[in-house]
């Protein structure tokens, strides 16, 4: 998240060195379209594995490269929960991340949508990781390097 198109191949040399599986954020990748283009780049000469966007036709390309789908979608109301869930029903990602940080709309979301959903935005503290993954998040997204380091690779509950 928040590179610069330039840094991206080494960043993801290293990450397949250290025997990682490379995910890019498409929409936060600076001097790169974050559309089919871009996505064809990353898939193509960086041989990542998945992609995180907001846009319904690079879900639908990397379901055709074989590559892992990760919509992002936004919730500021129930008119954008009802358009997200139409969204979700017609493009079928493997998985969704749902954001703002919001426990209680999951068990919802989990009615309509039967793959794993990840909740990020605005996660600062281990009791909002619990909330998260207590109303059936499947992980949660953080930028916060605290969480990463509380949360280990051999605990259940994964960030």
């Not at 990450?15 to 954020?25: D, G, Q, V």
């Not at 990748?29 to 871009?38: F, M, N």
């Not at 993954?133 to 930028?143: K, P, R, V, Y």
Request: net charge positive.
């Amino acid at each position: 998240m928040d590179f610069q198109l330039a840094e991206l191949p080494h960043v993801i040399e290293l990450m397949h060195k250290h025997n990682k599986k490379p995910f890019i954020h498409l929409d936060l990748i600076k001097g790169l379209a974050s559309d089919q283009y871009g996505a064809i780049y990353c898939i193509q000469a960086l041989k990542i594995k998945g992609i995180i966007t907001s846009k319904p036709r690079v879900i639908a390309l990397c379901k055709k490269r074989d590559v892992l789908g990760i919509l992002r979608i936004f919730l500021k109301d129930n008119h954008s929960l009802k358009q997200s869930l139409q969204m979700i029903e017609e493009c079928k990602p493997d998985v969704i991340e749902v954001l703002p940080f919001m426990p209680q709309i999951l068990p919802h979301i989990k009615n309509h949508y039967r793959k794993p959903i990840f909740m990020g935005g605005l996660i600062t503290n281990a009791t909002s990781v619990d909330l998260c993954l207590d109303n059936g998040a499947q992980a949660i997204t953080t930028s916060s390097i605290s969480l990463w380091e509380h949360y280990t690779i051999n605990e259940e509950r994964k960030i």
